[in-house]
C-alpha cells in the first residue's frame, strides 16, 4: 500500500542521515551513471507513454525524457531512497514542491542496496500497475551494467598482472601469487608464451587497435584456457597451457596449432604480422623465461627473415641463447675477433661473405655462387677476413670464435 503525504517535514527530518547515507553509497556501492541512466529511459518509455526520470543515489536527475530535468534534485526521490520504499506524489502534495510533478517514485535496488530510484511522471493512481514491471526492468539494465563493469575491470586486471607476470623476477613472486588467488588463476599449470605482432607500417592497420581485437577474439574462441593481454597497440602476448597431450611440451603440436590460428584469419582483414613462439621452461619463473625467448626469437627473426609470417624459438635457439651476451663482458671476449671485422666493416660485405662462407660449411665454389661473384674474389675476401681477424679459416676453433662472434652480433638486413 502506498501513502500520499506531505513531504517537506520529513524532508528536514532526514537530512543529516541522508547525508551521511549518500557518502556510505559513493564510496562502497555501484553508481548509476549518465549512460546507464539514459539506457534505462530509452527503454522504459518504449514500454508506456509516460516520462520516466532516472535519479542515482544522491537523488540527482541523470536521465529524464524531459531534458531541461537532467542535473536537478528529486525531492520525492530523496524520500523514497532515505525511507527506502515507493513513493506517490499527488497533484496536491507536487503543487507544495519545487520542480516536482505528480508522479510514483520507485528505489531501484542492486545486491540489497538502494542506488537510485526511478519515477514516472503522471497520476499515481493511474500508474500502479506499471511501477513493478519499470522497476523490474531498470534493475537488470542496471545488473546487466554492473556486470559488465566488473568483467571489463577483471580483463583489465588480468592484463596487467600478464603484464606484471612476464617480467617477474623473485621478488615479485609472493605478491603475484597473491594476485593470481584473487584473479582465479592458476599458476601451477605449465605455459609457454607466444607473441602476435601487427605490422603498424602497414596502410591497413589502424590506431584503433581493431584488427588486433579481432586476433584477439580468435585466440579466445574456442576457449582454450590461454591467458592472452595486449601489451601494446600492436602487440599481444599469449601464455598457452604447454602440455597438451598431458605430459610433455611439444613445439611441432604448438606449432600446427599457430598453422590453424593463421587459417582462420579472415582473407578480408589482409593482416600483415608476425607470430613467434618461446621456450617452455618450468619452475616458478618459467613463463618470464619463456616469453624472454619468445621476444628474442622474434626480434631475432624480423632481422633474418623479415618477410617470414611465424618464428619459433626452435629454428633460433642458438641466436636466442647468445643474444643475452651482446653486452655483457663474456661476449664481447668470446666475440673479439668478429668485433674487429665489424669495425672496419662498414658495409657489411665481409660479414656477409664470412656468413654466406659458414651457411656452406667451407665449400667455395656454393658460397660463390651464392653471392654471385667469381671463385678468385670470394678467395680474396675470405683471405681479407683473416688479416683483419688474426682467424685462420681453416681452424674448427677459429670457425667457431667467428661462428659465435656473429650470432651474438648478427649484422642487420
Request: charged letters at 15%; hydrophobic letters at 40%.
Amino acid at each position: 500500500m502506498h501513502l500520499s503525504i506531505n513531504l517537506l517535514p520529513i524532508l528536514s527530518q532526514h537530512q543529516v542521515s541522508f547525508n551521511t547515507d549518500i557518502y556510505c553509497l559513493e564510496k562502497f556501492m555501484f553508481q548509476i551513471d549518465t549512460l546507464i541512466a539514459a539506457k534505462i529511459v530509452d527503454r522504459t518509455m518504449k514500454i508506456i507513454g509516460h516520462n520516466i526520470n532516472v535519479m542515482n543515489a544522491q537523488a540527482v536527475i541523470l536521465g529524464s525524457g524531459d531534458i531541461d530535468r537532467i542535473g536537478t534534485v528529486h525531492e520525492g526521490a530523496l524520500l523514497a531512497i532515505s525511507q527506502n520504499r515507493n513513493v506517490e506524489i499527488s497533484q496536491a502534495i507536487a503543487s507544495n514542491l519545487h520542480g516536482v510533478k505528480p508522479g510514483l517514485n520507485l528505489p531501484l535496488h542492486y545486491h540489497g542496496q538502494v542506488v537510485g530510484v526511478i519515477g514516472i511522471t503522471g497520476e499515481p493512481d493511474t500508474l500502479s500497475h506499471y511501477g513493478e514491471l519499470l522497476k523490474m526492468t531498470a534493475e537488470m539494465i542496471v545488473e546487466q551494467a554492473n556486470l559488465q563493469e566488473q568483467l571489463q575491470w577483471q580483463n583489465r586486471q588480468t592484463e596487467e598482472f600478464i603484464s606484471q607476470l612476464i617480467h617477474a623476477n623473485e621478488q615479485d613472486l609472493p605478491s603475484l601469487q597473491q594476485w593470481a588467488l584473487q584473479l582465479g588463476i592458476d599458476l601451477s599449470v605449465p605455459r609457454v608464451a607466444a607473441i602476435i605482432e601487427l605490422d603498424s607500417n602497414n596502410p591497413l592497420y589502424q590506431q584503433d587497435n581493431q584488427a588486433l581485437k579481432q586476433v584477439l577474439y580468435l585466440l579466445q574462441n574456442p576457449v582454450r584456457d590461454n591467458l592472452i593481454a595486449m601489451t601494446s597497440l600492436t602487440q599481444l602476448v599469449i601464455l598457452k597451457p604447454a602440455f597438451l597431450d598431458g605430459k610433455q611440451f611439444d613445439p611441432e603440436l604448438e606449432n600446427q596449432r599457430i598453422n590453424k590460428l593463421l587459417k582462420r584469419l579472415p582473407a578480408n582483414m589482409q593482416l600483415s604480422l608476425h607470430i613467434s613462439l618461446g621456450h617452455y621452461f618450468g619452475g616458478e619463473l618459467g613463463i618470464s623465461y619463456s616469453y624472454r625467448t619468445a621476444k628474442e626469437t622474434l626480434d631475432i627473426g624480423k632481422k633474418l627473415h623479415p618477410t617470414k609470417t611465424k618464428y619459433l624459438y626452435q629454428d633460433y635457439s642458438l641466436q636466442v641463447l647468445l643474444s643475452g651476451l651482446r653486452h655483457h663482458w663474456r661476449g664481447n671476449a668470446l666475440a673479439g675477433p668478429y668485433l674487429k671485422l665489424i669495425e672496419v666493416d662498414n658495409n657489411q660485405q665481409l660479414q656477409k661473405t664470412l656468413a654466406a662462407y659458414l651457411d656452406h660449411m667451407g665449400d667455395i665454389q656454393a658460397c660463390a655462387n651464392s653471392l654471385f661473384i667469381h671463385r678468385n674474389t670470394l678467395r680474396y675476401r675470405l683471405d681479407k677476413i683473416q688479416t683483419i681477424t688474426n682467424i685462420d679459416l681453416r681452424s674448427f676453433n677459429g670457425l667457431l670464435s667467428l661462428y659465435l662472434g656473429q650470432l651474438i652480433h648478427q649484422p642487420s638486413t
